[in-house]
């Protein structure tokens, strides 16, 4: 089933932001400099191009929410990061731990067909000065009524892969495609879960994003960042297809944990 979402006014934002700054005297002066002030007639501009993208980008995100009827944070402060996105027993996503400089911005809350949900955008960098390297990612969050282990999906079409907890074998057909992971004494729940009728639906209608199960969340990554409406509306709409395929299945499924064996992915 395709979703219709409200569409906000500005459906492109690399396009909005260009109309914005083309008609800026200061944008265009120091080009027109370029001889006298060298380097420095470029990084004005692109200083000033920069700021309005990420201006038209946070209203591109605040219009979406308001139009649908849920709530938009800017950003998540780096001093409040690990409390918005850890549980009181200290478990995160293993996402949230990958490299350093990590940044969430662009929250939106509320409720989709009667589910809390987020949608938030997530970036990281690995490396420093001319190796420094940003991933992005948009993800999309659901809660859930069942409860279930620390568990990993990472599709390995994605420009980042990740290498954590117990490596569960796949089937022939998907061992290119995905790695499973869960800890250690818990991969009977992800084989349950994630059956081959399951990794072989994903296939069939082209899902090529992680996803991960933590905290009676679902949380799936979408690579890459969003510029447009209609890539949000495609993204939405895998997420929701995932939804609709597991969610059934995934608010029933119940698990005990083994003794002292944690259950958490670290």
Known sequence: M???FVKPKTTNIWQATWNIVKTKW??????????ILGPLAIA????YFIATLNKTRSFFWKEFADL?????????QSETFNLAYNNTNGESGVMFKE?????????IRGFFEDRPFRIF???????SDKNRRTFCYTVFAFKLNGSFPHIYLNNKSNSWSINTGEKIPLPVEFENKFSLSAPKEYEIEALEIFTPDILASLLNKGFLYDVEFVNQ?????????????EQLETRFNKALELKDLMFEKLD????EKIGDIPATLK
């Open 217 to 229: 969340e679902i949380l799936v990554f979408a690579d890459g960042q969003i510029n447009n409406f």
């Open 252 to 255: 029933k499924f119940k698990f």
């Open 121 to 127: 955008c997530y970036q990281f960098s690995i490396g």
């Open 99 to 107: 490299g350093n400089t990590r940044n969430i911005s662009n929250e």
């Open 2 to 4: 395709i979703h219709i």
């Open 68 to 76: 649908n009827g849920w709530q938009y944070n800017d950003s998540i």
């Open 26 to 35: 200061y944008f265009w002066a120091p080009l027109l400099l370029v001889f």
């Open 44 to 47: 004005i501009p692109s200083i």
